[in-house]
């Protein structure tokens, strides 16, 4: 175990010593102490490492991960695992805007609740929240799965491509082009691996899925006023 | 009574200033079809510009270089505040941000091939980096865009600059379409979106909103690549002091100012020519605030939006910018409009000079379309070949002025070595009207 502290030693040092490590080394798992807040905590991460961040952090907490599992012991700031290529991002209280925007794989579970935009222009990445996510969340969102096992804010999916969304709870309102979806039997193997990943005991059939009508694929005046 | 009529002069009918006859061609169009009109390019409309300015060369005072034989370097470098890599060009004229999708693959090859035997730069686009252009392409930028589509670390780090793209100059505030069109098999895989649908652009980023955030996001860009290359942030002209200074203070190394002259692949019309500043405009705005906090040429400005000639490039540094962009030009070089395509231009209802449907992807010359067999008329070698002269020759225009007005270097041309053809003009660039010692703004006469 490789333990640095944050306040100590400084952000460049941290994420310049976890960018070193590739899948040959043998400093597979780090702890980071005294994080208090900072920004870019972990960011750039290409190697199959574990790292856990003992306490909250700021914005852009594991951000373009790739490979590596990282853990948070408190809550993310915006835009925690935005652009995620790979590897886990597991959070175990809240998270802000923007969680896992635009992220490209990989799997990221927060335990607590997600504020607005989780999951935006996401193009292949999983989310799985625990809680409730805000408003506007799964905006543009082009490929992937978001869980909520929560309730849902204002506007889910609005704009949607072809991701898929899946929420237990109430949804307060659905935006331009998002529909309720039939939940067909893959689809239920999709939420059941997912959640079983996730740590979650939901049962997939207790959730609805939400996908894109596709009336917005391409420009139609009769459809300005959805615009 | 009739031959009386016959002899009685006639009013001659008048054309409408204000419902001229391309105004109410397009209130037909929009009333036929019900949407908007897009296209690509720039704003058409005549705006005060770099013609609006001339260079007042050498008299009693000054005296000038000797043409060809003494030197007058052009070298500039880009990304000196915080970059441990920062970019070296020989010759201050860059390539702006063009995507594929936008473009086809030889274009791409194109530019990317006729920037580095010049010894300059070229950029990415929306949709992300290819494997062509950053193989011919000595000095690679790579665009940080709001869609991020294509977006991800591997090719951030192949980089040797990132672009944080705010906005551009043909639509400050917009973000853009590529029609279904043009999204081939390969352009729909790099944006993971299905083939065929129209592909919006995000108008803003997704993941941060203002200054404060915009300096935290530099920092996470900073980290993941070591600080290694420059961060540029681009803005559509539009507030250049308060943008220049607030994207100075978030940390960029160089600031991109693009005027409303700078084209787009597709947008519409009314946003092209509506919204946003002309280029000559902003220039001087943006050197204040560099000048007001003290980074003049410490962090550089670039600027584009219309650059044609070494005349432009000339006045543009002699106005306190440190290098310029070009998009339109560079495309014309590789041959955009060319005349040899007019009978083809014409099938598409235009002419030659005129055509901007760049989003519908039929162009003749093979560069703003996926056709494959469109594209397979751009030979990308002769095209960047082209492309390498053009940038020779506007460089040696611009050093044949910087001689004539006595400086060894493009760098050293300045505000004073010009005046002012217009009133507007001299208002904008902050030089004298020609044969006085005063500009608006200014006092005395």
Request: hydrophobic content about 35%.
């Amino acid at each position: 175990m490789q333990t640095y502290d944050l306040e100590a030693d400084g952000l460049r040092g941290l994420n310049s010593s976890l960018q070193a490590q590739n899948a040959e080394t043998n400093q597979t798992s780090w702890e980071i102490v005294n994080p208090k807040g900072s920004h870019a905590i972990a960011v750039g991460l290409d190697a199959p490492i574990e790292v856990t961040v003992k306490g909250s952090t700021g914005y852009y907490c594991a951000g373009m991960n790739q490979q590596a599992t990282i853990k948070v012991e408190g809550s993310v700031g915006p835009g925690v695992a935005e652009n995620m290529m790979s590897g886990q991002v597991i959070v175990d209280g809240d998270a802000s805007q923007y969680a896992g925007a635009t992220g490209h794989g990989g799997l990221l579970v927060i335990k607590g609740n997600a504020s607005s935009r989780c999951g935006i222009s996401m193009k292949g990445i999983d989310i799985v929240v625990h809680g409730n996510i805000g408003h506007m969340s799964a905006f543009m969102a082009q490929a992937g799965n978001l869980v909520v096992c929560g309730d849902a804010g204002d506007a889910l999916g609005d704009s949607l491509y072809e991701a898929r969304l899946f929420v237990r709870g109430s949804v307060k309102s659905l935006g331009a082009d998002c529909i309720e979806k039939e939940m067909r039997p893959e689809h239920l193997n999709i939420l059941k691996d997912l959640l079983d990943r996730a740590g979650s005991d939901a049962k997939p059939e207790e959730f609805k899925r939400y996908g894109s009508a596709r009336q917005l694929y391409n420009f139609d005046i009769d459809n300005s006023a959805a615009y | 009574m009739k031959d009386m009529d016959d002899q009685i002069p006639r009013t001659l009918p008048i054309q409408s200033a204000t419902f001229s006859n391309p105004i109410n061609a397009e209130i037909r169009r929009a009333a036929a079809t019900g949407i908007y009109d897009i296209r690509g390019g720039g704003a058409k409309r005549k705006v005060p510009h770099f013609d609006d300015l001339l260079f007042l060369g050498a008299s009693v005072s000054r005296y000038p270089l000797e043409g060809y034989r003494e030197r007058c370097d052009t070298s500039v470098t880009l990304g000196t505040r915080f970059a441990k890599k920062p970019i070296e060009l020989d010759i201050p004229i860059t390539i702006a941000g063009m995507s594929f999708g936008a473009l086809s693959g030889p274009a791409k090859e194109a530019l990317g091939r006729g920037a580095s035997a010049a010894g300059t730069s070229t950029t990415t686009g929306d949709g992300g980096m290819t494997p062509e252009e950053r193989g011919h392409s000595t000095k690679l930028v790579y665009q940080y865009l709001p869609s991020r589509y294509g977006m991800n670390p591997n090719d951030l780090r192949k980089a040797d600059a990132i672009e944080i793209v705010v906005g551009q100059g043909a639509k400050p505030g917009g973000g853009g379409m590529l029609l279904g069109q043009k999204i081939s098999d390969r352009v729909a895989e790099m944006r993971t979106l299905p083939k065929g649908i129209d592909q919006r652009s995000a108008c803003r980023h997704p993941d941060w909103t203002g200054p404060d955030d915009l300096e935290i996001k530099i920092l996470e860009l900073r980290e993941i690549t070591d600080w290694q290359v420059p961060i540029y942030v681009k803005v559509g002209a539009t507030r250049p002091y308060y943008d220049t200074a607030l994207a100075v203070k978030a940390g960029a190394d160089v600031v991109v100012m693009d005027g409303m002259q700078g084209g787009t692949a597709a947008t519409q019309d009314v946003f092209i020519e509506h919204v946003g500043l002309p280029t000559l405009s902003c220039i001087r705005p943006a050197v204040q605030a560099l000048q007001d906090l003290g980074v003049h040429r410490e962090v550089q400005l670039v600027i584009s939006g219309g650059i044609r000639t070494g005349a432009d490039v000339a006045k543009a540094l002699a106005l306190g910018a440190d290098a310029v962009a070009i998009g339109t030009a560079a495309l014309v070089a590789l041959g955009d409009n060319d005349p040899k395509w007019e009978s083809e231009y014409q099938k598409l209802g235009t002419t030659t000079g005129a055509y901007d449907d760049w989003h519908e992807g039929q162009d003749p010359a093979g560069i703003t379309t996926q056709d494959p067999d469109l594209a397979a008329r751009l030979d990308p070698v002769d095209a960047g070949r082209r492309l390498r002269n053009y940038l020779k020759v506007m460089t040696l225009e611009a050093q044949t002025i910087a001689r004539a007005c006595g400086h060894n270097h493009l760098h050293n041309l300045e505000p004073e070595d010009l005046c002012a053809l217009t009133m507007e003009a001299a208002a904008m660039a902050r030089v004298p009207l020609a044969g006085t010692s005063w500009y608006p703004g200014k006092d005395g006469f």
